[in-house]
């Protein structure tokens, strides 16, 4: 914790960490003060009042918490009937232009606004003479969609535009009660970032044009995940529900704070990925072109592994720690080459020097930690050597444009194991369809070397197989990546001292990174 | 009863020309000045008892005292020229009339805090006023009273007019800031204070026209000299601007301590049209209205107005003869406060509008006893919740005029008449 | 305050003529930030066309190195900006307190009736605009009206009609 601080809290003694506003000194304790401006990643502002707390003989008696530093023998005062008046104060200020359309709100169940009014208020309201009018529905750019009527004009939004992405796109204008958020005419949000303002907005007023009315909060399940659309790794919330008769299906991923990897935020690609995890997946199994079973599938793929004298293993830069290890294990058993070649997911500037890396695979160096070849010139070699390739999950559309390559494998016989439906694999003999990061668990590590768990959050009503399953069905024997843990400790020294289970929330950083050190 | 300390030269033509200024007198106290120790010109004014004429009224050397020492910052000075709080035009006389006066100020307490770079923040609305501030300043430019050389001494002075554009709210020092540094004028939360932090976070010093403009004054004289007008703990002299139902509306100065009726009556020619007293606002509209009686044992200085439950302010006393609608004054009066709130904080930004459409439900005769009530306390709820007190500036006048007119309230309320002012006057 | 943030398209480029480049630029010596130059920028603008049209403040925004909705959120905060055009003849009264006890109304009524506006609106010859203003400073000599920024004050109904006679 540092250095810490002793604070009274209603009374009860509290010890927090020094040189922190009460809001965060005293969360971190577990209690809560109400507010909707305040929020760590773009500071105090102080407009909202709804963080007012009593300070015993403080001069003056009342101060908002967000600008208040926890200081040694303070005596602050949350439950007197002084401050439960501010509060209920506040709320009514706040409400009384409201529209309060929650029914009708994506934001219900989940506002702030919503939740305090239950928490400090429940009052009647005594507002009987006309409210203001704003504007309702106006199109922000980017998929955010605005409603001035319900906004509470804490700012989050525009000091995220000003203070994070730099772009300034929004204000707010006007002042007294006509004051609102706006765009200047014919400059929308654009900005790689936009759709954080919709998580950052503390109720309704932010919705995301993707989002709206689809799902209803309440009925959301909130998994963390770890997003796999750079080398970023950022952490986000998979946000998923298996509808009556219907199948488990994400709605929307939301940022998760990670300070040691993405802050608070997710970039608006990643956000909106989950699109691919719904859609476009690969679920029927092919063999020559005609639908199979699962099983006759598999089938097919050993009888052609038995027949290989050189079979190619294809691995992916999305694979976790485990399945590469997996595939490395069967390549070793049917005495097959290993090629990570994914060239084509760098993508040369794309990235931006804040959240976007330009290598959109999510565990390069988990490649490179257990030496799997990358380079082009290998995979020629090795491709040109094989009678068999089986490609893990390497999305070859990313290299599309590399025509030797394609040519090179639609000469060989060759079998995709594919969470998606791709192009590249439309010349493959057998295709096998498979889990993707949503629907299983693993470690994986980012290209700043922090390495991170993830867990499955998506279960599907046919759950498809991940890649070390399909590994021991094609005769291998890992049946479980931590069980196979110990294996992939001894080879890889830097993870020598890493415990799946014991990997922290927001991952582990890995020391003494530097050239592949694989000792087996 | 009058006095011409700081209006001296006001009735003198052409007096904002730096010829005719200088030859009564202007910039005749750098000599002296440049010959003393900064920290004793400051130590001059705590002494003079000089109070922040802006409406605070805090001690203004003692404000200047505060800036942090041996800072690597440059310090600034804004001089607030915003006068917008209703009932005030004081400093309006010294930008047309003296603005030499206020030169001559602003380069006292530069030096004294050690400040090389001052900005004039002048309301917008100021039009022909702003036209002769800089003319004065461009003159004092070209005659070397201001520059890289002031007078002739190793001290660099320059000097800036800002213009505002229309906010009542950058009258605060803070939104007053926040203006200069090109952002709406939305106060700032204290501490820090200006200051420690202030214009482009540098240490700054705000002050109102009017105390600039008795620093000459006070460095010429001598804070003794100063004292000898107005009271122990209100000193000096003050530009009062009297208006509303009286016969002789103006600005007159006066020494602090004077009786308040004394005043309206001798000087301003008491109520107009014969008619009866209903109240006096003694500093401007922000402060709390006192009744006949209590107007009757007020004086005119910071103490007196406090012991009756108001506030000195800026010295803008209104008159409100008996033909007064409180209601619709008071209509009048949040319709202003609601047009001024800056819209930073929700309860001023959505309590003030809602106090309006309450007392217009009244107007409108559609008003319920409750909603005495209701007013009330939304005052209490609005009224140090907020970043800054114009909040508060509001509340506090509407409250007084709920207690002590209720009755006019509740007969719009019994009257089957919305408007029984004016049925009576029929 | 009424909504400010209709802004309205000239239709025109927008840029400083020459004399205001030249003001521009010797003003914004006098402060350590561009920013502070938004205000005395959008007053520039608003001499030169007489209103703030959306060129022009996105031509602010540009000039001083900001972004478009700063410049916006200040056109829209202060009230002296004209966010469209106003008549040849700009009157505003003074509505607040000293003035407002002083019989402002007779004076909105009468230029009311006179030139066949409510304030807020601009005549369709575009010669005159009404406005009712807050405090304007002169309570002293209430009620005060002011035309195209000049005072006139203690005013009455008789003042007004020799005043409205003199424009043209």
């Known amino acids: 914790m540092g250095e810490t601080v002793k604070l009274f809290v209603n009374s009860q003694e509290v010890e927090v960490a020094a040189g922190k506003n009460l809001i965060d000194a005293l969360a971190v304790a577990g209690i809560q003060i109400p507010h909707f401006c305040y929020h760590p990643a773009l500071g105090a502002d102080g407009n909202c009042r709804m963080c007012l707390v009593e300070i015993e003989e403080g001069r003056p008696p009342v101060v908002p918490a967000c600008k208040t530093p926890a200081m040694e023998g303070m005596k602050v005062v949350l439950d007197s009937a002084m401050i439960k008046k501010v509060q209920q104060d506040m709320l009514e200020f706040e409400l009384i232009n409201h529209p309060v359309d929650c029914p009708v709100c994506d934001q219900a169940g989940e506002c702030d606004l919503q939740d305090y009014y239950m928490a400090y208020s ?47 796109e929004l204000g707010i204008v006007n002042r007294t009660d006509a004051a609102r958020v706006d765009i200047f005419p014919g400059k929308p949000l654009d900005n790689r970032y936009a759709l954080n303002i919709v998580d950052l907005c503390p109720v309704g007023a932010m919705t995301s044009s993707d989002f709206r009315f689809k799902q209803r909060a309440w009925f959301l399940t909130r998994d963390k995940g770890v997003c796999h659309g750079c080398a970023k790794g950022c952490n986000m919330y998979i946000d998923h529900h298996r509808e009556k008769y219907g199948d488990d299906i994400i709605y929307r991923y939301r940022a998760r704070t990670n300070l040691q990897v993405n802050g608070y935020f997710i970039c608006d690609e990643g956000r909106m990925s989950y699109h691919l995890q719904n859609n476009d997946r690969q679920t029927e199994t092919i063999v020559g072109g005609a639908s199979v079973s699962f099983d006759d599938g598999i089938k097919a793929v050993v009888e052609k592994l038995n027949q290989a004298k050189k079979p190619l293993m294809i691995v992916s830069p999305n694979s976790t720690v485990g399945q590469m290890w997996a595939v490395l294990r069967i390549a070793t058993l049917y005495g097959g080459d290993v090629s990570g070649y994914s060239d084509g997911y760098i993508i040369e500037g794309s990235g931006d020097d804040y959240l976007i890396h330009e290598d959109k695979s999510a565990n390069r160096r988990g490649l490179e930690l257990l030496a799997i070849k990358q380079d082009r010139a290998h995979l020629l070699e090795t491709l040109g050597n094989a009678d068999l390739v089986l490609n893990f999950d390497n999305d070859f559309h990313f290299s599309a444009h590399d025509i030797e390559v394609a040519k090179l494998l639609s000469e060989k016989d060759y079998v995709a194991i594919c969470s998606h439906r791709l192009t590249a694999f439309e010349t493959a003999s057998v295709v096998i369809p498979i889990a993707s ?53 001894q080879t890889i020294s830097l ?10 929330e927001e991952g582990m950083k890995l020391m003494n990174s530097g050239e592949p050190d694989v000792t087996a | 009863m009058e006095v011409k300390i700081l209006s001296a030269k006001f009735d003198i033509e052409d007096s904002h020309r730096l010829e005719v200024a200088k030859k009564h007198g202007a910039y005749g106290t750098l000599e002296k000045l440049f010959a003393m120790d900064p920290a004793d010109v400051i130590e001059e004014v705590k002494n003079s008892g000089l109070r922040g004429r802006g409406g605070a009224g805090f001690p203004a050397g003692v404000k200047w005292g505060f800036l942090p020492k041996d800072l690597d910052k440059p310090i600034y000075l804004a001089v607030n020229s915003d006068e917008s709080e209703p009932a005030t035009f004081k400093d309006r006389y010294i930008l047309v009339r003296d603005p030499h006066m206020m030169i001559e100020g602003i380069i006292i307490c530069c030096y004294a805090i050690g400040s090389h770079d001052s900005y004039i923040y002048i309301r917008g609305e100021y039009t022909s006023q702003l036209k002769i501030l800089q003319e004065a300043i461009d003159e004092a430019y ?105 016969e002789k509306p103006g600005m007159y100065e006066l020494p602090l301590g004077l009786p308040l009726m004394e005043v309206l009556n001798e000087v301003a020619g008491g109520v107009w049209k014969g008619r009866q007293l209903k109240g006096v606002i003694p500093g401007g509209s922000s402060t709390p209205v006192l009744t006949p009686e209590e107007a009757h044992t007020v004086t005119l200085d910071y103490e007196s107005m406090a012991e009756h439950k108001t506030m000195f302010g800026s010295g803008g006393i209104v008159v409100l003869d008996e033909t007064v ?85 509740e007969s719009y309320i019994n009257s089957s008449n919305s408007d029984p002012v004016q049925s009576q006057a029929e | ?124 010859d575009g010669m005159f605009s009404l406005e009712e203003v807050e405090c304007l400073g002169h309570c002293g000599t209430a009620p005060v009206i002011q035309v195209n920024g000049e005072f006139h004050e203690e005013m009455n109904v008789e003042k007004l009609k020799t005043l409205l006679a003199g424009l043209d």
């Open chain 1, 122 to 168: 429940l009052e009647e309201s005594r507002m009987d003479v006309p409210q203001v009018n704003k504007k309702k529905k106006l199109d922000f750019g980017c998929g955010v969609v605005h409603d001035q009527e319900r906004c509470v004009l804490c700012g989050r939004c525009v000091r995220f535009t000003r203070q994070i992405t730099e772009t300034g």
């Open chain 1, 437 to 489: 990061y949503s629907e299983y668990d693993g470690v994986i590590i980012n290209h700043d070397d922090v390495i991170q768990r993830f867990s499955r959050a998506v279960h599907k009503n046919n759950p498809p197989k991940d890649i070390v399953e399909i590994t021991r069905l094609l005769g291998g024997a890992i049946t479980d990546w931590k069980r196979a843990w110990p294996g992939i400790r």
């Open chain 1, 495 to 504: 993870l020598r001292e890493v415990e799946p289970d014991q990997i922290p």
């Open chain 2, 142 to 246: 070209e005659a070397g009273y201001l520059g890289e050389q002031v007078a002739g001494h190793d001290f660099r002075l320059d000097v800036t007019v800002h213009r505002g554009a229309g906010a009542y709210v950058c009258g605060e020092e803070t939104a007053l800031l926040e203006s200069i540094e090109g952002k709406k004028g939305q106060p700032r939360s204290k501490p820090p204070f200006p200051a420690v932090v202030g214009l482009y976070d540098c240490p700054t010093i705000i002050n109102n026209v009017q105390s600039i403009a008795s620093l000459p004054f006070i460095i010429e004289k001598g804070a003794e000299a100063y004292r000898a007008y107005g009271t122990e703990k209100s000193a000096g002299t003050h530009l009062f601007g009297i208006s509303g139902h009286v």
């Open chain 2, 325 to 409: 609608d409180i209601v619709k004054l008071v209509e009048n009066l949040i319709a202003f406060y609601h047009h001024e709130s800056c819209g930073q904080c929700t309860p001023c930004r959505e309590g003030l509008g809602w106090m309006l459409k309450i007392i217009r439900k009244f107007i409108a005769g559609d008003g319920r006893e409750d909603d005495i009530e209701l007013l009330l306390e939304l005052c209490d709820n609005i009224e140090m919740k907020t970043v800054c007190v114009l909040s508060a500036a509001c509340t506090m006048p509407v409250r007084s005029y709920l207690e002590k007119f209720r009755h006019e309230f």
């Open chain 3, 1 to 124: 305050m009424s909504d400010r943030s209709q802004l309205i398209s000239s239709g025109q480029p927008f840029t400083f003529d020459s004399a205001r480049d030249a003001e521009f630029e010797r003003l914004i010596k006098r402060y350590p930030i561009r920013e502070s130059m938004i205000m005395p920028a959008l007053w520039l603008a608003q001499e030169q066309e007489g209103w703030l049209s959306t060129e022009a403040i996105a031509y602010v925004a540009e000039r001083v190195g900001t972004y478009p909705a700063k410049v916006f959120e200040l056109a829209t905060f202060y009230t002296m900006y004209h966010l469209k055009p106003v008549g040849k003849y700009h009157l505003c009264v003074c509505r607040t307190l000293s003035c407002y006890l002083r019989e402002k109304q007779e004076i909105v009524d009468y230029l009311a009736a006179e030139l066949g506006l409510r304030p807020g609106e601009v005549s369709e």
